[in-house]
């Protein structure tokens, strides 16, 4: 009769035999496990945003959103190629051309290795490549690859740069940046898919700049920083990336109440309205619902309060 629950013993037992006596604790058991206890609901009504699939974590912690934050941590660095070059070549002198893509110096953590970041201001350096000829980099990711022209100028231009630069075929400009360096402008590193998948994935990205029959080919290692940040056409597709979080972590999002003085900004949470779990590839994009985008997209007046989105652990704002 499977579909029938235990009794459960309401009085006291007797003495019986050792097999009753078992069968009569499994009974009892029965009664007291069968039971689910629900779960507590989210902060406030939230609406469940989709996202890529991924399985929680058994040994992963459920992470909690701070109730507020100041914000200020600090991030990385401005991109230094010089300095980054003898970390390198090990403090050897270069003897070869040399391309790579850095997010700079992370405050955070040491500075022995040269990488970048998803989600951080970002910035290509070139080494030993002649001024004024045009330059071809490539990129390969995920079984393909991209290819933009690099054009030396003699200052860069102000225009608007791409998340998806290195991607997208748009040339790059860049600048004499002294000592036979080379050097773009900076932008905000988050390829489009699948690009962004198959670096999330790897971990590494490889690129190969050639001009004529000066030629360099390196690959630079992802900095596994915890964050997340809007994806391009964010006013069209409303959709963001949650990264860096160990596989199967639970990541809320949530919705900040912003107030600014002169001195400081200060976000206070006003609910949770979506959630992530970390798939290997420690990348999930989500799309936030639209009674939430129209808030977070207002631009109210100076004194009046405002709101963005944000996650665990990084005491800023990614709206």
């Known amino acids: 009769m499977t579909g029938l629950r235990p009794r459960c013993p309401t009085g006291p037992r007797p003495l019986v035999p050792a097999l009753v006596l078992a069968l009569a604790l499994a009974l009892v058991t029965g009664c007291t496990t069968g039971r689910e206890i629900p779960a ?5 009504r939230a609406p469940t945003a989709a996202t890529r699939p991924g399985t ?22 401005p991109v230094r190629c010089g300095d980054e070059l003898a970390l390198l070549t090990r403090g050897r002198p270069a003897d070869r051309p040399m391309a790579w893509v850095s997010s700079g110096r992370d405050e955070r953590r040491s500075a022995d290795a040269v990488t970048f970041a998803l989600g951080d201001r970002s910035a290509l350096c070139l080494y030993g490549f002649a001024q004024g000829k045009p330059i071809t980099l490539t990129v390969a990711a995920g079984g393909r690859t991209y290819t933009t022209p690099v054009t030396p100028v003699a200052a860069l231009s102000s225009g608007d740069s ?37 670096v999330a994935a790897t971990g590494r990205l490889t690129l190969t700049a050639s001009a004529g029959a000066t030629r360099a080919t390196g690959g630079i290692p992802l900095r596994r920083t915890r964050g997340a940040e809007t994806v391009e056409g964010w006013e069209r597709g409303h959709r963001l990336a949650v990264f860096g979080y160990p596989a199967g972590t639970r990541v809320p999002i949530g919705i900040y109440r912003l107030t600014r003085t002169e001195a400081s900004a200060r976000a206070v949470l006003v609910r949770k309205v979506g959630q992530v779990v970390m798939p290997r590839s420690r990348l999930a994009v989500l799309s936030i619902p639209q009674d939430v985008f129209r808030l977070v997209a207002e631009a109210p007046p100076k004194e009046e309060v405002s709101h963005c989105l944000s996650v665990p652990g990084i005491a800023r704002c990614v709206t």
Do not use: C, H, I
Request: proline letters at 14%; zero cysteines; hydrophobic letters at 35%.
């Open 56 to 77: 929680p974590s058994p040994s992963a912690p459920d992470l909690l959103l701070a109730e507020q934050f100041d914000m200020g941590l600090p991030g990385a660095d």
């Open 162 to 198: 791409s998340k998806e630069e290195l991607f997208n075929g748009r040339a790059l400009e860049v600048e004499d940046a002294g000592g036979g360096f080379l050097r773009s402008g900076y932008w905000t590193f988050l390829p489009p898919d699948p690009a962004r998948e198959a």
């Open 40 to 44: 507590p609901s989210p902060l406030g």
